[in-house]
T-cell receptor, first 109, second 116 residues
Framework: GQNIDQPTEMTATEGAIVQINCTYQ??????LFWYQQHAGEAPTFLSY??LDGLEEKGRFSSFLSRSKGYSYLLLKELQMKDSASYLC??????????WGAGTKLIIKP | DAGITQSPRHKVTETGTPVTLRCHQT?????MYWYRQDPGHGLRLIHY???????DKGEVSDGYSVSRSKTEDFLLTLESATSSQTSVYFC???????????????FGNGTRLTVT
């Protein structure tokens, strides 16, 4: 079966750095997405990885290792507005998205 | 802003009644999707469309039907609502030919459906 695993919840301190991990087992791989979802709102696109390595976008970076079936989202200089759920999703061999259940990130002052 | 509007935003209905949710887009994108989101689960695809009158099933399509008679509108119908269909429903579009690096999904604001 196809499976994506993420921690259910994480807590971090304002101004700090946090890493949210995602491991996947899918039939084929055509890219990995990270989305942010604030409570009661729609998911919004954050980043995309298809090749191994790190993609940086301001305070957010995303890393991929295809051989290990592993990705992480790195958030630096955490702000209170970063409190949200972070969703990992993989496109399989049919270009359909398989979603993880999301990681709820709680930021404390 | 991808110009996606879902209606209604909230709905309470009784078991056994039919319910139709609407997704409207303003930019004539070809691909449209219906997902449901439940606690402890990832987003799950119900149905998707790749053009007018062209639709296909997702992983959780039982009990749901869709129609797309115009490019801008994608309707999701629960033929006879059950309590297990209580969920948040999201419509999404992709701007290209399906979901790729330069064509991620953009979501509407969701419909919270409660079946009593």
């Amino acid at each position: 079966g196809q499976n994506i695993d993420q921690p259910t919840e994480m807590t971090a301190t304002e101004g700090a750095i946090v890493q949210i991990n995602c491991t996947y087992q899918t039939s084929g791989f055509n890219g990995l997405f990270w989305y942010q979802q604030h409570a009661g709102e729609a998911p919004t696109f954050l980043s995309y990885n298809v090749l191994d390595g790190l993609e940086e976008k301001g305070r957010f970076s995303s890393f991929l290792s295809r051989s290990k079936g592993y990705s992480y989202l790195l958030l630096k200089e955490l702000q209170m507005k970063d409190s949200a759920s972070y969703l990992c999703a993989v496109t399989d061999s049919n270009y359909q998205l398989i979603w993880g259940a999301g990681t709820k990130l709680i930021i404390k002052p | 802003d991808a110009g996606i509007t879902q209606s209604p935003r909230h709905k309470v209905t009784e078991t056994g009644t039919p319910v139709t949710l609407r997704c409207h887009q303003t930019e004539n994108h070809r691909y449209m999707y219906w997902y449901r989101q439940d606690p402890g689960h990832g987003l799950r695809l119900i149905h998707y469309s790749y053009g007018v009158k062209d639709t296909d099933k997702g992983e959780v399509s039982d009990g749901y039907s869709v129609s797309r008679s115009k490019t801008e509108d994608f309707l999701l119908t629960l033929e006879s609502a059950t309590s297990s269909q209580t969920s948040v429903y999201f419509c999404a579009i992709s701007e290209g030919q399906g979901i790729t690096y330069n064509s991620p999904l953009h979501f509407g604001n969701g419909t919270r459906l409660t079946v009593t």
